[in-house]
């Protein structure tokens, strides 16, 4: 069956600092990749998405994410993050087998220190 | 443009109670997805529906229904209510079923005593 692993339950940084939050997925064949934001009382919003092509993504708001097929992953990054970043993110994938419905991680939850 | 909207945003039932819980597509959407999530968990597929008609299946026990309406909005029904369906039911929606990004409604907070 398909998972997808969020190795970071919880995470905290200072503000200014790098971020990488780690996503891997269990599915041999193609897939979409994408990673979703819920901000403290908002609901789930799309950070960026990976369908084909450059590998390195870049989402709203300065994220990026590489899609690095031999490894399975999809880690998400962030050179600085913000105060604003505290959030919980989740990976989500979904198979071109299965395409109607995305699979996501447990999430991460990120809180930024000012 | 306004986003999914989702409807109520609290409930609160007894076991065995049933619930119907409604959610409209971003105009022009065609596909409804609906989520659970549970506290501490991501969102698990419940099902999806495109142009009326059942796509996708997740996990679920016959308790969980759903319908799609002409208008592309939609319900999902829970019947025989469980402590362990207090959960945020999420409803997504995308311009087709298939491989499109979904865009998610705030969710409706089911809490079952």
């Known amino acids: 069956a398909q998972s997808v692993s969020q190795h970071n339950h919880h995470v905290i940084l200072s503000e200014a600092a790098s971020l990488e939050l780690g996503c891997n997925y269990s599915?041999?064949?193609?897939?979409?990749l994408f990673w979703y934001v819920q901000y403290p009382g908002q609901h789930l919003q799309l950070l960026l998405k990976?369908?084909?092509?450059?590998?390195l993504v870049k989402g709203i708001k300065g994220f990026e994410a590489e899609f690095i097929k031999s490894k399975f992953s999809f880690n998400l990054r962030k050179p600085s993050v913000q105060w604003s970043d505290t959030a919980e993110y989740f990976c989500?994938?979904?198979?071109?087998?299965?395409?109607?419905?995305?699979?996501f991680g447990s999430g991460t939850r990120l809180l930024v220190r000012p | 443009d306004a986003g999914v909207t989702q409807s109520p945003t609290h409930l609160i039932k007894t076991r065995g109670q049933h619930v119907t819980l409604r959610c409209s597509p971003i105009?022009?959407?065609?596909?409804v997805s609906w989520y659970q999530q549970v506290l501490g968990q991501g969102p698990q597929f419940i099902f999806q529906?495109?142009?009326?008609?059942?796509?996708g299946r997740g996990n679920f026990p016959d308790r969980f229904s759903a319908r799609q309406f002409p208008n592309y909005s939609s319900e999902l029904n829970v019947n025989a209510l469980l402590l362990g369906d207090s959960a945020l039911y999420l409803c997504?929606?995308?311009?087709?079923?298939?491989?499109?990004?979904?865009?998610f409604g705030p969710g409706t907070r089911l809490t079952v005593t």
């Open positions: 997504a929606s995308s311009r087709v079923s298939g491989s499109y990004e979904q865009y």
């Open positions: 599915y041999g064949g193609t897939v979409n």
């Open positions: 990976y369908f084909s092509g450059d590998p």
């Open positions: 989500a994938v979904n198979s071109m087998d299965s395409s109607y419905k995305l699979i």
């Open positions: 105009s022009g959407h065609k596909s």
């Open positions: 529906y495109y142009e009326k008609e059942e796509r």
